[in-house]
């Protein structure tokens, strides 16, 4: 079965330095994977994916996110955290092909990043 | 940029009660899904929706849920009579294709049951 584990349940930083909320996946697939951020009171806005093309993702607000297949993690990272990037961050694997699902997401247990001025 | 709707932001039902969601998708996508989010918990598929039929469901999926497209542009989701534990967060997303595409998510229906 296919699942993701966030390995962080809270991380906390200063503004202008770097993030990284780390994400493991387990798939008999080749995933793609997805990272998504949750504002309070808001719903999952998509920051970046990766669908076997670059191992090197870019996504909006200056995120990244790597594919290792070795160390089966996709962690996120932003050299420089904003105050507005405080929020809850899911990793995400989809169920591409597995079991001929249609590809419905399978949601990490989120990892809530603080921003410290 | 376009986005997925849902009504209401916030629905207050006596249990036992029908409860019916609503998510208006984005106007090009096929397919359509809903999630929740208990309280402090994961966020969990619940159904996927394809050509006006259920494509895939999970065991949270009971006979106690329905979904539909009534008409061209709504996909609704009901709970025929609610329970304590259906209290959550509704989300509804949609794609352009299933698989291996992005979902874009609304921003929620919070279902309290009383």
């Known amino acids: 079965a296919q699942s993701v584990t966030q390995l962080d349940s809270h991380v906390s930083v200063s503004e202008g330095t770097p993030v990284l909320l780390r994400c493991n996946y387990s798939?008999?697939?080749?995933?793609?994977l997805f990272w998504y951020v949750q504002h309070p009171n808001k719903g999952l806005q998509l920051l970046l994916k990766?669908?076997?093309?670059?191992?090197l993702v870019k996504g909006i607000n200056g995120f990244e996110a790597e594919f290792k297949k070795s160390e089966t993690s996709f962690h996120l990272t932003k050299p420089s955290a904003h105050m507005s990037d405080a929020a809850e961050y899911f990793c995400?694997?989809?169920?591409?092909?597995?079991?001929?699902?249609?590809?419905?997401?399978?949601f990490g247990k989120g990892t809530k990043l603080s921003v410290k001025p | 940029e376009p986005e997925v709707t849902q009504t209401p932001s916030h629905q207050v039902t006596q249990m036992g009660q029908e409860v019916i969601l609503r998510c208006v998708p984005i106007?090009?996508?096929?397919?359509f899904y809903w999630y929740r989010q208990i309280l402090g918990q994961k966020v969990e598929f619940l159904v996927s929706?394809?050509?006006?039929?259920?494509?895939?469901k999970s065991e949270i999926f009971d006979d106690q849920f329905s979904v539909e497209r009534p008409d061209g542009s709504n996909f609704t989701l009901k709970i025929r009579s609610t329970k304590l534990e259906d209290s959550a967060m509704y989300f509804c997303?949609?794609?352009?294709?299933?698989?291996?595409?992005?979902?874009?998510f609304g921003d929620g229906t919070r279902l309290s049951i009383l």
């Open positions: 997303a949609s794609s352009v294709m299933g698989i291996n595409q992005p979902q874009h």
């Open positions: 798939s008999s697939y080749s995933p793609s």
């Open positions: 990766y669908t076997s093309a670059a191992t």
């Open positions: 995400v694997v989809t169920t591409t092909g597995y079991g001929g699902s249609q590809g419905n997401l399978i």
């Open positions: 106007s090009n996508h096929l397919y």
């Open positions: 929706f394809y050509n006006n039929e259920i494509s895939e």
